[in-house]
């Protein structure tokens, strides 16, 4: 069975002193949880802080995104050793807010994905589709897209281990959550998709969160779904009350 992954992506939110009580308060809450991995994605400034709030607790720290280069003239981006060195053991790669306001692209995701994998950070892939594409039927073809070419030239064994997200974006911070048996409906559709490019093993293997407007009262629901193995939870994350219902589920 596939262990359920329930992560916070932060956003840009929250100063030192703020993620380093969230990440206290949460960490006191969900310290019973048992059986989830729990993953939160603070800015770059504070993983440092948010890192050793969260040392010898059952919280992993998570990145928000990464850079495929070692290091060098990249100004204004983060390598994966520094996020290694800092603690990060996943990192979110092409969240849809990275896309449509930073221009990243398919072939960017891929670069990245393959970075992290072989820094061993565990990448949590973002793929999802505006509402114009869902209005235009053609929701398949481009999470499809999104998947194949964001995973281009992986071996079976590295995408059995990662995480996809599938974030509808006209879901996310909207109140709107894609019903459940739709969000299953792509998730099943992703899994596929995985099955025929890396085989029935890797597609057995991959954890698949939802997100998009994930809350403590429709957790339940979500993952009782067969291909829903998580969630990446927006807003709802910044309350550690809330998110430890998630996690909670
Ligand atoms: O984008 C999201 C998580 O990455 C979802 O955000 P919300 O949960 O705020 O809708």
New binding site residues.
């Given amino acids: 069975m596939r262990k359920p992954i329930i992560?916070g992506?932060w956003?840009m939110n929250k100063t030192t002193a703020e993620g380093v009580a969230l990440a206290k308060e949460l960490s006191a809450l969900v310290s019973d949880a048992k059986d989830v991995d729990i993953v939160v994605c603070p800015v770059f400034t504070i993983l440092a802080s948010v890192k050793e709030a969260l040392t010898g607790t059952n919280i992993k720290l998570g990145a928000q995104n990464i850079h495929w280069e070692a290091k060098g003239a990249f100004t204004g981006e983060i390598s994966p050793a520094m996020l290694k060195d800092v603690g990060a053991e996943y990192t979110?790669i092409g969240?849809?807010?990275r896309r449509q306001y930073f221009g990243e692209t398919d072939e960017g995701v891929n670069k990245r994905t393959k970075a992290a994998l072989a820094n061993g950070i565990v990448p949590i892939v973002?793929v999802g589709e505006s509402l114009e594409e869902r209005e235009a039927g053609i929701t398949e073809k481009v999470v499809g897209g999104q998947v194949v070419a964001g995973l281009d030239g992986l071996t079976g064994e590295q995408v059995a281990g990662l995480v996809i997200?599938y974030?509808p974006v006209w879901?996310?911070?909207?109140?709107r959550?894609a019903s459940s048996d739709d969000a299953n409906a792509v998730c099943t559709f992703i899994r596929k998709t995985v099955a025929e490019k890396f085989g029935a093993d890797s597609a057995a293997k991959v954890r698949i969160q939802y997100?998009?407007?994930?809350?403590a009262d429709n957790i339940a629901e979500l993952m009782a779904k067969s291909d829903i193995d998580g969630a990446?939870?927006?807003?709802?994350?910044l309350d550690a009350a809330g998110f430890s219902k998630i996690v909670k589920f």
């Fill in positions: 992560a992506n956003k979110l969240h849809s807010e973002c997200a974030e879901a996310i911070g909207t109140g959550t997100g998009g407007s994930v809350k990446l939870v927006g807003g709802a994350a």
